[in-house]
């Protein structure tokens, strides 16, 4: 992920290495990298590529019906889902307001035997662990969570995700004069990153509630945050 802090930490450390550490090495990770520019970026051809065990994931397109967006489809999607496989089901939404309308939407009809999740970063810590351990009745779990799931974690027990390809993202309101967070459809490294959460443990499905055709029209890699949003904060960092 391209955050606007990353960029400004590594160009901290950068500055670093040339003036005060020289002996200074730095080591950049990640499962979605853009391999080729950040190198070029970085000025170093030293590409170091590890291959990680990945279980079989079946991915499957069910595009919405006329009218209604790849959102207004989850809940039927979950509900085929959990007849599908037995595990949990990882539901990846733009936002909090996304989730809590698919939770309205489930809440009567989900069977007994499974419970909803909700996962993002405004919830209190207590509630996000719920999320990573197993349910205390022993029940399935149905996920709804924000790309905040998407890299680093691994959820246990995830068998299945369902992935509308959406994200919010900052963006630059030349018209107001501020940023603010847009909802786009999200990168295809994104959702390949997405589809990966179900074959962490075990073989997995990965459900994607838009037509097959659209994956091919999306970005390859999500833009960096440091070209769409109000670089003002930034530059009074920099300042301070």
Not at 112 to 124: E, I, Q, R, S
Not at 177 to 188: E, I, P
């Amino acid at each position: 992920e391209r955050s606007i802090h990353a960029d400004t930490a590594l160009a901290f450390v950068r500055e670093t290495m040339s003036v005060l550490r020289p002996d200074l090495r730095v080591v950049v990770m990640s499962a979605t990298i853009d391999r080729e520019t950040v190198s070029r970026g970085l000025e170093t051809d030293a590409v170091l590529t590890v291959e990680a065990p990945d279980f079989p994931v079946a991915t499957s397109y069910r595009a919405p019906a006329p009218g209604r967006s790849p959102e207004q489809e989850v809940p039927d999607a979950v509900i085929d889902t959990l007849r599908a496989t037995d595990g949990d089901v990882l539901v990846f939404l733009a936002g909090a307001a996304d989730i809590r309308r698919a939770e309205a939407a489930l809440s009567t009809r989900i069977p007994a035997d499974v419970t909803l999740t909700p996962l993002h970063g405004n919830l209190p810590a207590g509630e996000q662990d719920r999320a990573f351990q197993p349910d205390a009745a022993g029940r399935r779990k149905v996920i709804l969570s924000t790309p905040i799931a998407e890299t680093s974690v691994t959820i246990d027990g995830v068998r299945a995700v369902i992935d509308p390809g959406r994200r919010r993202r900052p963006q630059l309101d030349l018209g107001r004069g501020m940023s603010g967070l847009v909802t786009v459809n999200a990168s295809q490294a994104a959702t390949d990153q997405r589809r990966g959460r179900a074959g962490r443990q075990a073989p997995g499905m990965c459900v994607r509630p838009w037509p097959e055709v659209d994956q091919a029209r999306r970005r390859h890699d999500e833009p960096p945050e440091i070209l769409t949003t109000d670089l003002t904060a930034f530059a009074l960092a920099l300042a301070a």
